[in-house]
Every structure is written in C-alpha cells, then in structure tokens.
C-alpha cells in the first residue's frame, strides 16, 4: 500500500498556490450547511446512509470553477473576491470543511434519545455547547497522536487514496476534463429525475421481491425476502432500483473487502434464520428485527415494547424495586446477534492486525523515529496563519538525519510550518471543561470521574484503533464495548452511559476523522494550519445545522420514530438503538449480561473473538498456496451482523454492482475505469442526494407537513409494506 500511495499520486508541490480565499470559505460554508442538514436527514432513514464525500469534491470542484469565471477579476473587489485561478488547495480545503459538517454528530443522537423518550428538552445554548465539546475533543487528541498515525509512511489511510487522486484529476488533466463532465452531468441529470419514482412516486421500486408478489400473506416470505420498509426482512433476492439505498461504495472498495463483506452477508443470512426459528432466545415471541427492548408480556400476536419509564426514578436512575414488579426486558433476538457479532469483530480485529501487521504497529509505535522537533518561537504575526510563511529557523521542522528517513509526502509538508501543539492542547482543555459543565448542567448523572474515565478510553482506543486504519482502511466501531464498560462502572444508570459513550466513543471517531483529513492534507500538501482551520469551522457550523433540523424531524414526526417498524421514509431505528442500549447496559448490565444471564455470550464474545482469526493465520502458514491471506476475520464478524437494521433489499444490487465493476469494469476496462469511474460514482450519489434533500422537504414531511404521493399500486395504496410482503400485525 506504500508504493501506490507513492507511485499513484504526485510528490511534487507548487507552495504558492493560495487556499485562503473568499470562494473556498462561500463555498465551505455552503456544502457544510447542504452536508450537515442532508446527514442529520439520513440519520432518520431506515436505513444508515452517509453524505458522498466525492460527490461534495466533485460539486466543489463545479462551484469554485463557475465561481472563477463569472466574478469578475479586475479592480479592488475583483483582486480580492477571484484574486487567481481556482487551485487545488482551495478545493481541498472546501472538501475538508464540508466534510466535516456532513456528518450527524453523535450528541444529537443523545440529545434526540433524551428528547423522545425522556421528555427532556435542554436549553439550546447548552445542548449547542455539548455538540461542541463533544466533536471538539477528539481533534485535541488527534493532535497528541498525528507524528505516528499521519506522518510515516506504512500510515497509507487506504481510504483516501481514491479522493486524493480524484482531487489530483481535477487539476492536473484539463483535457480529459470536458469528457468527463460531460458523463457526469448527462448521470447526475438522469438519476435526479429517476430517483423520483423510488423516493415518492413508485417506493415499489425499492426492493421488487418475486416472492413477496408470489405469496402476500406469509410472514416466513416476509421475514427472508421483504425488506423494502425499515425492519422488514433481509431481502433475499430483492432488486432494488433505489440509489439512495444502494449506495456507491461499491463502485471503488477494494475486491478483498467486497469478497470478505459478501462471505459475511450471506452467513448473516444463515445465522438470522437459524437463531429466529430455532427460537434462540425466545425469538419467536419478539420481531425479526428491531432495535426495540420488549417486556414479557410480549408474544408472537402482539409486541409489547418494554416501558422504560417504570424502572426509572425522578432521576432517571434505575428503581430496583419497581424492576422486580416489572421484570427484565429482551432484545430481538437479531439485534442480540448483532451486538455478539459486534463483540467478536472488535477483539478479531486486534488479534488479526497482531498476527498479520504487528510489525509495522510494532515499527510505528515501539521505535523513535523521530529526532527532538525545535520548540515553535511565536511572533507577532504567528496567528496570521492565513498569510504564507516560508520556513524559518524558529519554526518546526526535523534536522537532516531524519529528513531522509520522511515519508516523501511529508517531505514537501515541511515548507509549511505545523500547527502548534498548544493550538490542540487548547481545544482539548476548552472542550473537557464545556464536557464537565454540560453533564452536571444536563444532569446526566455521570459523574466527573466517569466523564475522564471515557476520554481515557477514548484516547487509548484512538492510538490503537488509529493504526488499524491508517494500515488497513478497516476499522470495527467500538460503541458497544465502551457502552459495556460504562455499565459496569455507573450500573443503574442510562442517560449516564449515553454520555459516557459520547464522550468514550465519539471522541475517538473524532479523532480518528481528524487524523484522516491530516493525511488527506499531506497527500494533495495543504498546509497543517489550514486543514486544522477548516476542519474546526466544518464541524462547529455543522453541529448547529445538526441541532436545528434534529429538533424539528422529533418534533414533526415523533409518533414514526417511536414505532417499531417506522416507514420507508422515515425511522427511528438509529435513535431506538441507542435508547435500548443505554437501557440495557447502562441500567441493566448485571441483570442481563452477566455470565449466568441471559445475554452472557455478548460479554463472553469479547474474549473468544481473540481466537477468530487464530485458525486462517496458521494454516496459511503450513499452506501458503492456498490464499488464506486473504480472508479478513475482522471484516467477516462484523458483517455477521449486518442485516439486523433498516431497508435490507438493497443489498443484493450491491454487491452484484460492485463485483461487476470489479471483475469485469476494472479487469477488462482498465483505462475507462481509472478515468470515469469515480466521476460516475460521484454523479450517481450528486443526483440521489440532491433529490433526498428536495423530495425531504417539498414532499416527505421535514418541513412540518407531509404531502404524499395519491395511493396506487406503486406504493401498495399507500398501506402495509411497499414491496407487497405481508406486514406483521403484532407490530401494531
């Protein structure tokens, strides 16, 4: 992976190509506001899907040129509004703003939980400072850890890779270009007005399933081939015509991770059928999917959701007394399975990056690779960071020994002068003091010592889990393991653990995306300062949006998110997973997943997960013919779980997409794909995000009132589950 990082993009750098410019930050500002409302959106699908960071680049890329031609370049306003052609660096900078608001942050999950099921609306001041804090934190610690995970060489962050040379494409081929935008407007055009029909006109095309329009009236088809509505089924052999639902990654995963994810969906297949009727777990007696916690009373007629607020006191702590009179509540006995698989992939991952890369973590954090960095000397224009400074004896660089060890990116870096450590050592102390004073102003109950507690896990997790990324472009989220551990640390407690996974959890995805956009900024040479800039602009602005269109999708469509199987539109199955799972091991831990409960295998997967990848690494060394490299436990564990949420009939379409781009398109095509295939992805996505954006606000219900589309056979008159499947009537 080295070599391609080398050989595939450019070393060389031009460093007086300006980012700092009216047109990134207009631009930024408006692809954060498009990116943050269209992910804040998506986090109240039915199924999780995330904002195309490549169809943002390409968008950007649209902007910043048109904005180049029509501003005009003359005089005083003209010199400063287009004071030279559109760069690379200004793009780069724009991608990094945008992409860090376009994510929805994770204090809006706990915000939106506490809202709907606690009856607690904070002020928004303060609610605004924990998105804050919360985002904010993990940069400080990106900053402590960016000389081993960005800097080295082995750190590729494969992820990047086809980012950096779109960006590199961008600018550096101006005679493909036409052709290229050409393609793209003529698929972004198409899939706009196709993506019309699945979203609202004709949601039937979603998922067309044989076998649901077969047989309607069987709960067994509907369990194994539904899956069109949120928590339907699998999908088994659904075609689905809906990007949005589909995605694009498989237009560009690497074929091992395709293979690997593949394996590990059709075994999820098996083990969700297996576990359900063979009544693991009382299965029979709850839904065959659904984030949901049920109560005893639940059976196969009617689902009876577990009432949380009888176990609870005024405090939202857990009455012991009122529990024994209500009993214990279950998971679906797939989502269960889910969290097991969840358990097995976290600790496979660590066992398998020993077995099969411990010399290169070993190389990374075991060796001094670097010699003693000059301590920064500020001067009056030090924080002037928008003004190009050429290196200077005061600032900080590395002496000569070292430099011909640097990675050769890195190498051109060092005529930028770095971001002080103090500037991530501030944002770290700022956002722990506004974390302390949100909690206890929240009453969270999670005490100050829990709260350093999670940001010590957090950090720990971020220097290990980091390589793992920056190695392998594969990493396990690890919510579930801190969400165990803070049930056992403030047992009775689960608005204490939903902060204490906030702060244990979130901070290290912050982190770890911090770190990423800092290789980002290595690979296409922005300077440190600036991605440190935007990436902190990107997320302060982003979480406000957050905040603001959260507030009014609880408010308008609160009775949908609460229900369990929620619409093909809308769902609160994020919300209801988070909710159950504060409940479960924040308030519930000893009752539910101690050894001798019921649940005792989620906890017990921790440790056999270790021996996973065990097999596969000593047969391949016994018989290295055979390919076993290539098996990635990690990424088959985690896929285990994958289809115990959301809108499943997409799933089909894309892994038969993504082996046909891969065996077919990239083998027999090369020329084209390297050209035209990310171009294409990025229309695809540019399109269908465009009309979720639209069609959420005009016609679904985003803006305070519905307009559906007149009921007809397309969307099943506008009752029971779009692909015809029967819908169960113990969902209510």
């Given at each position: 992976?080295?070599?391609?990082?080398?050989?595939?993009?450019?070393?060389?750098?031009?460093?007086?190509?300006?980012?700092?410019?009216?047109?990134?930050?207009?631009?930024?500002?408006?692809?954060?506001?498009?990116?943050?409302?269209?992910?804040?959106?998506?986090?109240?699908?039915?199924?999780?899907?995330?904002?195309s960071?490549?169809?943002?680049?390409?968008?950007?890329?649209?902007?910043?040129?048109?904005m180049?031609?029509?501003?005009?370049?003359?005089?005083k306003?003209?010199?400063?509004?287009?004071?030279?052609?559109?760069?690379?660096?200004e793009?780069?900078?724009?991608?990094?703003m945008?992409?860090s608001?376009?994510?929805?942050?994770?204090?809006?999950?706990?915000?939106?939980?506490q809202?709907?099921?606690?009856?607690?609306?904070?002020?928004?001041?303060?609610?605004?400072?924990?998105?804050?804090?919360?985002?904010?934190l993990?940069?400080?610690m990106?900053?402590v850890?960016?000389?081993?995970?960005?800097?080295p060489?082995k750190m590729?962050?494969?992820?990047?890779?086809?980012?950096?040379?779109?960006?590199?494409?961008?600018?550096?081929?101006?005679?493909?270009?036409?052709?290229?935008?050409?393609?793209?407007?003529?698929?972004f055009?198409?899939?706009?007005?196709?993506?019309?029909?699945?979203?609202?006109?004709?949601?039937?095309?979603?998922?067309?399933?044989?076998?649901?329009?077969?047989?309607?009236?069987?709960?067994?088809?509907?369990?194994?081939?539904?899956?069109?509505?949120?928590?339907?089924?699998?999908?088994?052999?659904?075609?689905?015509?809906?990007?949005?639902?589909?995605?694009?990654?498989?237009?560009?995963?690497?074929?091992?991770?395709?293979?690997?994810?593949?394996?590990?969906?059709?075994l999820c297949m098996?083990l969700?059928?297996?576990?359900y009727?063979?009544?693991?777990?009382?299965?029979?007696?709850?839904?065959?999917?659904?984030?949901?916690?049920?109560?005893?009373?639940s059976n196969?007629?009617?689902?009876?959701?577990?009432n949380?607020s009888k176990?609870?006191?005024?405090?939202?702590?857990?009455?012991?007394?009122?529990?024994?009179?209500?009993?214990?509540?279950?998971?679906a006995t797939t989502?269960?399975?889910?969290?097991?698989?969840?358990?097995?992939?976290?600790?496979?991952t660590?066992?398998?990056?020993?077995?099969?890369?411990?010399?290169?973590?070993?190389?990374?954090f075991s060796r001094p690779?670097?010699?003693?960095?000059?301590?920064?000397?500020?001067?009056?224009?030090s924080?002037?960071f928008?003004?190009?400074?050429q290196?200077?004896?005061?600032?900080?660089?590395?002496?000569?020994?070292?430099?011909?060890?640097?990675d050769p990116h890195?190498r051109?870096m060092?005529?930028?002068?770095?971001v002080p450590?103090?500037?991530?050592?501030?944002?770290?102390?700022?956002?722990?003091?506004l974390?302390?004073?949100?909690?206890?102003?929240?009453?969270?109950?999670?005490?100050?010592?829990g709260?350093?507690?999670a940001?010590?896990?957090?950090?720990?997790?971020?220097?290990?889990?980091g390589?793992l990324?920056?190695?392998?472009g594969?990493?396990?989220?690890?919510?579930?393991?801190?969400?165990?551990?803070?049930?056992?640390?403030?047992?009775?407690?689960?608005?204490?653990?939903?902060?204490?996974?906030?702060?244990?959890a979130?901070?290290?995805?912050?982190a770890?995306?911090?770190?990423?956009?800092?290789?980002?900024?290595q690979?296409?040479?922005?300077?440190?300062?600036?991605?440190?800039?935007?990436q902190?602009?990107?997320?302060?602005?982003?979480?406000?949006v957050?905040?603001?269109?959260?507030?009014?999708?609880?408010?308008?469509?609160?009775?949908?998110?609460?229900?369990?199987?929620?619409?093909?539109?809308?769902?609160?199955?994020?919300?209801?997973?988070?909710?159950?799972?504060?409940?479960?091991?924040?308030a519930?831990?000893?009752?539910?997943?101690?050894?001798g409960?019921?649940?005792q295998?989620?906890?017990?997967a921790?440790?056999?997960?270790?021996?996973?990848?065990?097999p596969?690494?000593?047969?391949?060394?016994?018989?290295?013919?055979?390919g076993l490299?290539?098996?990635?436990?990690?990424?088959?564990?985690?896929?285990l779980?994958?289809?115990?949420?959301?809108?499943?009939?997409?799933?089909m379409m894309?892994?038969?997409?993504?082996?046909?781009?891969?065996?077919?398109?990239?083998?027999?095509?090369?020329?084209?794909?390297?050209?035209?295939?990310?171009?294409?992805a990025?229309a695809?996505?540019?399109?269908?995000?465009?009309?979720?954006?639209?069609?959420?606000?005009?016609?679904?219900?985003?803006?305070?009132?519905?307009?559906?589309?007149?009921?007809?056979?397309?969307?099943?008159?506008?009752?029971?589950?779009?692909?015809?499947c029967?819908?169960?009537?113990?969902?209510g």
């Open positions: 992976m080295e070599e391609i990082a080398l050989k595939a993009l450019h070393i060389d750098d031009d460093p007086t190509l300006n980012p700092w410019t009216f047109r990134m930050f207009l631009i930024g500002f408006g692809l954060s506001g498009f990116g943050s409302a269209l992910a804040t959106i998506f986090l109240f699908k039915p199924q999780s899907v995330s904002v960071i490549i169809f943002l680049t390409v968008i950007s890329y649209v902007a910043g040129n048109a180049e031609y029509i501003i005009p370049k003359t005089g306003v003209g010199r400063w509004l287009n004071p030279h052609p559109f760069n690379s660096k793009h780069l900078a724009i991608v990094i945008a992409g608001a376009s994510g929805a942050a994770a204090a809006t999950e706990v915000l939106a939980t809202k709907l099921y606690y009856n607690i609306i904070p002020n928004a001041a303060v609610a605004i400072l924990l998105l804050f804090s919360s985002q904010l993990g940069y400080g990106a900053g850890l960016r000389k081993s995970l960005v800097y060489t590729v962050w494969p992820s990047i890779l086809p980012l950096s040379a779109l960006i590199e494409t961008l600018h550096r081929d101006k005679v493909v270009m036409k052709k290229k935008f050409n393609l793209f407007w003529i698929v055009g198409a899939i706009a007005v196709w993506e019309w029909f699945p979203q609202y006109i004709a949601p039937f095309l979603t998922g067309v399933s044989v076998f649901c329009l077969a047989n309607q009236k069987n709960l067994v088809f509907t369990n194994i081939f539904g899956g069109t509505s949120g928590n339907e089924g699998l999908g088994l052999m659904s075609v689905s015509f809906d990007w949005q639902y589909i995605g694009v990654s498989c237009f560009f995963l690497p074929l091992i991770t395709l293979t690997n994810s593949f394996i590990g969906f059709i098996a969700y059928i297996g576990v009727y063979g009544n693991v777990w009382d299965a029979l007696r709850f839904p065959f999917l659904s984030q949901q916690l049920f109560s005893a009373d196969s007629t009617l689902f009876d959701v577990y949380q176990i609870l006191d005024v405090n939202n702590e857990l009455d012991t007394v009122r529990l024994a009179a209500v009993g214990i509540p279950s998971f989502y269960a399975t889910y969290l097991l698989t969840t358990n097995l992939a976290v600790t496979a660590i066992a398998h990056i020993m077995l099969w890369n411990r010399e290169e973590v070993g190389e990374s690779s670097w010699s003693k960095i000059k301590n920064y000397r500020p001067t009056a224009n924080f002037m928008w003004k190009k400074k290196p200077a004896p005061g600032s900080e660089r590395l002496d000569d020994a070292d430099i011909s060890d640097l890195y051109q060092l005529a930028y002068s770095e450590s103090s500037w991530y050592i501030l944002i770290f102390m700022i956002s722990m003091i974390g302390i004073f949100c909690i206890y102003n929240l009453k969270s109950t999670l005490p100050w010592w709260f350093l507690v940001v010590t896990l957090s950090f720990m997790s971020t220097l290990f889990f390589a990324a920056g190695l392998i594969f990493t396990v989220p690890i919510t579930s393991l801190i969400q165990l551990i803070g049930g056992y640390l403030h047992p009775g407690k689960p608005v204490a653990n939903m902060y204490f996974v906030l702060f244990g979130n901070a290290q995805a912050q770890l995306y911090l770190i990423h956009n800092l290789k980002l900024g690979y296409g040479k922005l300077s440190p300062k600036c991605t440190f800039t935007v902190i602009i990107g997320t302060m602005f982003g979480a406000i957050n905040y603001a269109l959260m507030n009014t999708i609880t408010t308008n469509q609160r009775e949908i998110l609460l229900s369990i199987q929620g619409t093909n539109i809308w769902s609160g199955q994020v919300i209801q997973s988070f909710n159950s799972n504060a409940i479960a091991f924040g519930l831990s000893k009752y539910m997943f101690s050894v409960r019921t649940y295998w989620i906890v017990l921790l440790p056999l997960g270790f021996a996973i990848p065990l596969f690494y000593f047969a391949h060394r016994r018989f290295p013919t055979l490299d290539y098996v990635v436990t990690p990424v088959l564990t985690w896929y779980g994958y289809l115990s949420v959301g809108i499943n009939s997409s799933v894309y892994f038969i997409i993504g082996f046909v781009v891969q065996f077919h398109i990239r083998k027999k095509y090369p020329e084209w794909f390297l050209k035209y295939n990310y171009i294409l990025a695809i996505s540019g399109g269908t995000e465009l009309l979720v954006f639209v069609t959420t606000f005009a016609v679904q219900g985003a803006s305070g009132k519905a307009v559906p589309f007149p009921a007809w056979w397309g969307n099943n008159y506008q009752k029971g589950n779009v692909d015809f029967m819908r169960n009537p113990a969902v």
